[in-house]
């Protein structure tokens, strides 16, 4: 079995993985959402201190399996780094302890592998990735071949959900409060605009409509609210629709899926799943409980490095905050 641990934000997690059968053995999560929201976002030093509280008591729940791990599994990039040092401290401590190898894994392959929990693998996939700190299209052939072919210019798209939240003093993280207002609103009574519509690049911003919503909301009143969230939505959701649709004239979509944590937004599936219809795509997405942050999707991860021996010596592992795939 391996054991994996995710700290790269603001959800401390801890799985144990099957090597031969690919079982989720145990998956175990504290969120830090509660502590947070009050902030509007996430604090890094609160997310570190609440870190250091959480994994060692997951780890407890783990040492019935001490005896049957071969590795130890950590995001070590990206991510924040008072957060990710936490976990890399606790996987190097651990493979001291016990004699095992430490396996180095980038949480952005976390998230592309949380398709395939307790799964066999399916490539090639065109993979779009939206989530608090990344906003990306991915063209993945296999582990080691994964080629970004659009990213953020600034915020990424769960980080405007955030953002918009926070603004009608609502809570983090704001996804889904967003998301759950909109369906209520009118999504065509703001004219919002279109990020980069008139630009040829395939690329995504969100800070030019973050300022529109803002200057709307301070017009606004708390009835306008859902309407407000739904014209929001509508904007930034078109925004990825648009771009993926001249990227797709160029790169026609064969397998295409979406993850991360916003990949929940049950909005954004069915406005993609639209757009797949003409090229006969497929679409995977991950279960919901593995769309946000977890341990299970490092741990799938982890298999395929294990199985190619791509371990880092202990004394060489070191975080990546900044580090994309
Ligand atoms: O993947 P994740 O758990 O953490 C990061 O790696 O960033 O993603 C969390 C992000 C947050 O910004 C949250 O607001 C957003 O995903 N999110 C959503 C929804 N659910 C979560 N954004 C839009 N609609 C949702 N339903
Ligand atoms: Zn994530």
Redesign the pocket.
Known sequence: MILSIES????SAIAITDIKTKKLIFHKKISQELEHSVYGGVVPELASRLHAEALPKILEECKPYFKDLKAIAVTTAP?LNVTLVEGVTMAKALCIALDLPLIAVN?LKG?IYSLFIEKETSFPQTVLL?????TQVIEVKSLEEMKMVATTMDD????S??KV?KMMNFA?????V??KMAREGDEDRYPMPLPLSQSPLIAFSYSGLKNAVRLVTLDAQEKDFPDIAACFQKAAVGHLLQKLKKYFKTNPPKHFSIV???S?????REKIEVLLKPFNATLSLAELKY???NAAMIGRVALEMYEKDMFTPVDEVKTEPRTSL
């Open positions: 790269s934000c603001d959800d991510g949480h998230h939206v989530s608090g700190g990344h990424s798209f769960g980080e959900f955030d939240s983090y993280p704001g996804g889904p967003i998301e991360g944590g916003a929940a937004n049950l909005y954004l769309c946000s942050d």
